[in-house]
Each structure stands twice: as structure tokens, then as C-alpha cells.
């Protein structure tokens, strides 16, 4: 009897288990339950309130078939080059109604009722252990503070019905031959970039030897045993981007950086220490892992850059989401200020800033926690001015502000709050046209205004309204000011700084270069 | 439902205030001086103290000033410390680029 092209299961976790042991190569259902990733997509499925999954055989997976074509074709045991693929749906579903929907009749169930509840896929390689494949699950509902910047809509085709997972980032596992963790990282990171900037889509055994590539190292690649960041940065650079790395032990430099980057839709790879609690604040380091940064939750509270009184709305971040390829898509991590005392390699013992993780403990009770260690940025390469180039600028506005709020605190121009990302010229300009106080003729100027595609925008925002917008060209030489605009969206606020520009030199004023640039702009263009 | 004078008096001011505040972004346009009704519901007018014209050259003042030279002294300190801060996000290490990640 031949294997029917799809089932239809009401979801549990017992269901689950069942089909992640049969979609692989011969893993049992007890150590299928054991995994973390079973684990993760139990509670995940739960809470997008999944009613049914619907598996899909014999499926075709890209990424798995050039894997299985570079390595696992040739191996002796005979593995299969097709994979599972579970759908999940938030209704109820009976096979009869999907297989009577399939043959043209569709009384029982709509097309409308199945794209409706469709919450996306999970695809299971036929490996013995790293069987979790390309996975595209929508974010919670629940957006209050959570932000998810880099995810966008992506298709799935089951039976011709065209469907649409909303709001995800495709996350797969590790599978320690063609692929570590970097490499997952990277292959998520691709798959919006890919979108972003129009480059090619890499598959994971393309990513590892694009990394390798030009790198001559001591022992064989594949098998694969990780990445370095000199690695992941080849890897970026073969899809015609350019790598930015910047170093986040600083806790309000990792803030800063995620929110600049991860607004314009970039994920970002997060290189860690993981580390695992020995006893009290003491933790032993297991080791250099890599995940991607998809999105951020800003619910904490908003605290100054530096004795500057700088706010930053990226302090406000108290998560982050990543896929971990070890735990799950849109994992969450949690930036709570808890230090740990841990020897990393080549320096003495001290403490960090950490993270929390979902990791679980190998050994004990104790928890699992991540220390920060750098950024990698994947940037289309026109974007040429980094992240602190843009919050200089600001931290000098801003003084002048602060100078300004002595004089006029009426106008409570201290303790405003920045909103400072990457961004582009449509993006601006439709958030300008939409934006409530400003005239129609200043309105049209700024939409209008000739501008390049890549913007550094910082918001002053006052009582949760924007008060001023300086706009920034992210694609100019460090040394220039940069400057494109300035949008006032307080008359007040804007005649006061127009009046300042008019009083005689803008020269003998004792303000920095970058505000006298913006005072020298308002002049000649207000 | 009959309002007390105190809360007649409060929704006669909120929606004088919004009439005013539309009407300041026209008049600031037109000229230097507005009149609008602050979030406090305390009545702003083209007085002296609220004219930008009048707020700039104070501001100019303060800053020739003695308190104002060492204000700004003081700020171009707190830059400096911000501009120190955002710098370590490039104190790579350069023996680390090579470390793989293995977890």
C-alpha cells in the first residue's frame, strides 16, 4: 500500500514527537521528545494556538537537496533525499474535508478558511539526530513592545494552494556535517538580506564553502566544526555585502547597535560566550556559539547613553528575539543586567554582562547564560556610515538642546528621546506624508526633498510625538557633515532654532560642527 | 448629565486649547507672534518671553555669558565621554577573528 500524499492530526505534543521520529532517519520518539527543539515548538505551537497539523511527504526540500547531493548522497547508509513537512493550522481540520477540497469540492472547507488559519511549517530531514529543516512559523499576535523588524511574508505552495506564513524569518538546526551554527545564522540572515538587497540565496552547504573558500585551514572543512568570524565575514562578503563587525561587551553598545541595524530590517549575527553556572555569580564558559538577531522587545525602562543624559528609545530594549539553532525560531533572550564571573581563554577572571538563554543546563541545576561578544552586520554596500557616526552627530544636537532647555524650559527640550536607526528614503518619506503636525507646504518640501536611498534618521521625540527629525545620508564620506534635512514638527521649536540661525555668524556661535551644519541648513532652507 | 463649573470651565479650556493650537501653527508661520493655551490649560500669549525671536537672543546671550561658556564646557566634556563610549564598539580583538564558533 503506498504512503498518502498528506494526513491531517489534531495537534499535541505526542503527535508531534510521532512525526518528527517517522520524518527522520530512525530516531526514536523518546529521544525526539528529549530534544530541546521538541520542547520549544510544543510551547511555541501551543501559544499560536495550533489546531491541527497536516504532513506533507515525500517534500522537496532546495536547501536539503544540495546538502544531500554535497555529502549525504555518498555516505553508506542509504538516506533519503526527500524530507516532511508539517503544516500547522489554528482550526480544526479533518482529512476528508482537504482531501474533498483538493478534488474540487470545497462545501466542507474554503479556500479563505484554510489560508485564514495557516501558521506555517516545520521541515524534517531524514537524519538521525539534526533532523529540524527549513522553518517558517509566524510571530505571536502579541505585539505590545515585541518588535520583529527583519521578518517578512513568505510562501508556502501545498497542493497549488498558494499560503502565506506572515511576519516570519526561516530558522533551520544545525546538522554538525555541512553546517554549524554559524552557518545557520547566516543562512537566516541571507534569506532577508536576499529580499533587501537582491542577492543570491545561498543553501547552508553553499554558505559553509563560500566561507571556507579562501581561508586555507589547518584541518578539513567538511565535516564541518564551525565557523570563525573571519569566516562569516567571507561568507557575507560572497554574496556581493559587506561585513561590519562591531564589538558589544558594552551593554548600552549592544542596545544601540541591534536597534540601528535590526529597524532597517537587517538581522544580525550575535557571536556569545555561552556559559553555564558553576555555583553563585561563578560560571564555567562550554564555548563560542553564533545566532541571528530577528527582532527586539521594548518594554524596559529608558535610561541615558552616558552622563551626556542621551536617551536612546534602543535602551528601552529588555529582549531579544533570536533563532537559535540549538533551541528555536524567535528564542528569546533577556538583556537583564546580570553579570557573571567566568575565565574566558586568554584573560583573567572577571565579570560580564549577560544575557539569559533557553539553553539547559548539561550538567546541575544552575542556568545557561550568554555573554556578548560582537556584531556582525550584513550591509548593502552603499551603506557606509556606521551606527556611531550617526549617534555623535546626535549626542552634539542634542547638547545644544540641553543648552537650550536653560533658557527655554517651557519648550522641555531636556530629556528628549531618540530614535535613531538606519532607514530608507520610501520608508521616510512615507512616515513623512503620514506624520500629524506638520504644515502641508513644509510637508511637501521634506517628501519631495532629493534624497539618497540609505538614511540615518534620528527622531527627537517629546511626550511620545516626534518634536525634530534630522536626516542623515548613510551613504556619504565620514568627513562630510551629511546632513539632508531638517523636519520640525513643532512651529515653536522650529522658530526658535530659526531665529538662533538668523543672529548674526553661524561661525562665532560656540556649537560643534554637525550643529552648525543644521543651523547653516535652516537658514538657508526655512 | 450636568457638569460642575470646575469641569465646564476645564472643557471650555481643552477645547479652546485645540482650537489654538491649530491656529499657532498658522500664525507662527505668518509672524513671530502666536497665542495657544499650554497642556497645563495655562494661557500662553505673544508676550515677549514666548517670542522665538526674543527666545533666540536670550539663548545667544546665555551662551556669550560666563555660566553659559562653562555650561558649554562642561557639555563638549559629556561628548567626548559618549563619543568614548560608542568607540568601544570597535575595540575588535583581533586574535578572536579566528576562534571558531563550535557550540
Known sequence: MSTPAFEVFPYSLDCLVKLISEGSHHKPEDEVRLKSHTLYFDHYLTKLSVKALLVERDYIDRDFLEDFAAYYVRCFPPYRKTCTRIHAFRRDLSRDAVKAFLSGDDTKLKLEEIKSAYLGFIVIKPLPQTVIGRTCL???SDRSTRHFPATRDFEANLFGIKLKVVNTLPFQEQDSVVAACATSALWTLFQATAREFQHQLLTPIEITRAATHLLPTESRVIPNQGLSTH???HAIKSVNLEPFLIRVAEGKVLHAAIYSYVHARIPLILGIDLV???TGT??????????????????????PL??????????????????????GPFARMELDGKRVEVQIPGQPVQQYDSLSTSWKPTHGSGDVRAIPDILLVPLYHKVRLPWEWALQRVTEFNEVLVQLSKIVPDLKLLGLEWDVYLTTVNEVRDDLRNAANIEAAARYSAV?????????RATAVRNDAPLIDLLFDATDIDTAHGLLQVVFHDALVRDLIKNIAAVGSIDALPFKRTVKNILRWVKENL | MKLSGRKRKVSALIVLRRIFEHLRLRFATASDHFVAVSLECSVMTNSDRDDPREMARRAIEWLKSADGQKSIKESDNR???TAALLAKGREIDPTKLHEPFTV
Open chain 1, 231 to 233: 569566516m562569516m565575514a
Open chain 1, 282 to 303: 561563578n560560571y564555567d564558559r562550554m564555548g563560542k556559539h553564533a545566532l541571528a538577531i530577528v527582532g527586539y522587545s521594548l518594554g524596559g525602562v529608558p535610561t
Open chain 2, 79 to 81: 561628548i567626548k565621554e
Open chain 1, 306 to 327: 552616558s552622563l551626556s543624559g542621551l536617551v536612546l528609545r534602543s535602551s528601552r530594549i529588555d529582549k531579544i528575539y533570536v533563532h537559535d539553532d540549538q533551541i
Open chain 1, 276 to 278: 553555564e553556572q558553576n
Open chain 1, 138 to 140: 509566524t510571530t505571536y
Open chain 1, 448 to 456: 519631495t526633498w532629493s534624497m539618497p536611498r540609505f538614511i540615518w
